[in-house]
Structure formats: C-alpha cells, structure tokens
C-alpha cells in the first residue's frame, strides 16, 4: 500500500557566518526513508521534534516533492498524481481543518460528498457509521466554529473517511483533547483498524495512542528509520524491564537476592519491594520469592512506552538478545 526506498527531503536554510554574511546549508529533514506498509497494518510513526515524521507524512500525501528517492502510496506518485491519491487518502492533521468554519457541521460532510464525487447511498452509509461510532447527533447542526476541540476532531476523523479511502494519515489526531474525548477517538481507530479495510499510519506525541492502536511501530530520529517493529520489540531492543511489586508480611531477610532480578525500590518498612525483572520471567520471580517469603499480595507492572523511548533518544542501542 504504501512504499518508500531511500527518500529523502532537503531543504536549504541559510546561517549567519559573520556580522553581515549568511552561508546557504543542505539540512536533510528525511535522510534515506526505507519502509514497506501493507494493506490493512496500523503503523505508529513516531520521534522528536524535528526527526522528519511531519515531512515523510506530506511527502506521502503529495504537499512535498522529495529531493530523491521513489515513494508510492496506492501505487501512485504522490506529486504527479496527487488528484487521483487524494480520492484514495484521507488526511487528518491536528492543527489544521478541512471544514468549512461558518458551516453547521453536516453541510460541511454534505460539500465533500461533492467534491469527492461520492455516490449519495455510500455517503449515507458511511455518516451514519460515523454518527454511532463517534456520537455526532447531538452537534451536527453546530456551526463548526461553535464546537469544542474534541467534537471537531471527531467531525475531522469524519470527513477523512466519508469518501471511503484505502489509507488514512493520522498527525496528532488527539493533540489537546480531554481524557473523554481522547478515549472516543482511540475506540473509533480501534474498530477501525479491526476491520482491516484502512491502511492507518498515525504520528503523535502521545505514546498511549501507539499503545492502544498500532501493532507495528516505527521510530524515526535526524531522518533516518531507527526502529521498526512491535512495541514488544523495542522493549527488548533498547533494555526496558517489567517490575514486579511485591507486598510482604515480614521484610526480607538482610542479603536476600532473586536471581534475574534487582531491587529497585524498598517501601513501608520492608514490608513492599519492587524488583526489576532483569533476566527472569516474571512466574520464576514469583515462585521464588513465594518459596522463600510470606507473600500478602504481588503485581507485575509493564515498562512504559515513554521511558523506553526516551532512552533511544537518549543514548545508543543495545543489541536484542
């Protein structure tokens, strides 16, 4: 569905060498992009500010031309044949809006059946999917300069899909919204992606997103592809380890080890330890602690997606086992 082998995209900046002089400087924003998406994945892309991930997205989308390399979405050229994609592609930016301000909402759905050419059956077949999914009645007949953030995100998500596209670029889709709307958004992706008839590829900032929706995520850093794989990949790939906490009748005894594990933190008087899982599974951990201290009460704690993250960024990589 998607293809891209060594893309690139630079652009030419210039900066100050003196008191009066500036010099021009290549800065390669997207630097060798190879990636393959298949029909029907959901793929997080995602990296610092500035990695590349907003220009690989309007590459794909036909905004910008590449500086070399091939790129094709729903084998089509992006730039040359950016007509004919964009009745394939639907596109939600966060920060930007593709309905119409002084429009009650479904007026604005009403122009892109329009523009999109979209039979009337399939139109109303695909809003009333929306309107149950995303809850839309209630703020239809609002003019869209009326709604709240999260009710014009799912007005947004709308209109990228009334047209029935193979692939939808998602950026930001939740940047700014509250814990409930957040929530009704990621349900809709969800069942979305469950369907397998959208190819999803999301950019965010909020980890819990790529968590909730994506299987295959893909880690972009100074333009170059620096993970792609699971999440569960990237745990093993960068050194992130689950926890186990565990509540105790009686602290451990003075010089007690669980091999495979380390201890990184001790509470209430000794009365709750929290191991890092090193190189033991977490049943193994269990049983020997089960084995050798009164146990009330014991939970495994995932690594979270942000830490792991933030040490790629951080420093350099250590091998997968």
Not at 136 to 148: A, K, Y
Not at 225 to 234: F, K, R, S, Y
Not at 313 to 321: C, M, N, S
Request: charge should be neutral; aromatic fraction near 4%; hydrophobic fraction near 45%.
């Amino acid at each position: 569905m998607i293809e891209m082998k060594d893309l690139r995209k630079d652009f030419t900046v210039r900066v100050k060498t003196g008191r009066l002089r500036r010099a021009k400087r290549t800065v390669s924003a997207v630097d060798g992009v190879n990636l393959t998406i298949e029909p029907g994945e959901m793929v997080g892309y995602i990296g610092p500010n500035g990695a590349g991930k907003s220009t690989t997205l309007k590459m794909l989308t036909g905004i910008l031309t590449p500086s070399g390399g091939m790129v094709s979405v729903c084998g089509l050229e992006p730039v040359p044949q950016r007509t004919r994609l964009a009745l394939q592609i639907g596109v939600v930016f966060g920060q930007r809006s593709q309905l119409w301000w002084d429009l009650p909402l479904h007026e604005s759905f009403q122009l892109l059946r329009h523009i999109y050419r979209v039979p009337a059956a399939d139109h109303a077949a695909r809003l009333r999917r929306c309107r149950s999914l995303l809850d839309l009645d209630d703020f239809l007949d609002t003019p869209v300069r009326q709604l709240s953030l999260g009710q014009r995100m799912r007005g947004e998500l709308t209109a990228a899909l009334l047209h029935g596209p193979r692939v939808l670029f998602l950026d930001e889709p939740t940047i700014g919204l509250d814990v409930v709307s957040k929530q009704a958004v990621r349900s809709f992706l969800a069942e979305l992606g469950e369907g397998g008839t959208v190819t999803l590829v999301l950019t965010t900032h909020d980890l819990a997103d790529i968590e909730r929706l994506c299987r295959r995520l893909v880690v972009i850093d100074h333009g170059q592809v620096v993970h792609d794989g699971t999440i569960e990949a990237l745990h093993a790939r960068y050194g992130s380890r689950r926890s186990l906490v565990v509540d105790l009748d009686a602290p451990l005894a003075p010089g007690f080890e669980l091999p495979g594990a380390s201890v990184t933190a001790v509470e209430a008087d000794g009365h709750r330890v929290t191991f890092a899982l090193d190189t033991v599974s977490a049943g193994a951990a269990v049983a020997a602690l089960v084995g050798a201290a009164s146990v009330r009460d014991l939970s495994v704690v995932e690594p979270d997606i942000e830490d792991v993250v933030a040490r790629l960024y951080a420093g350099p990589v250590r091998d997968a086992p």
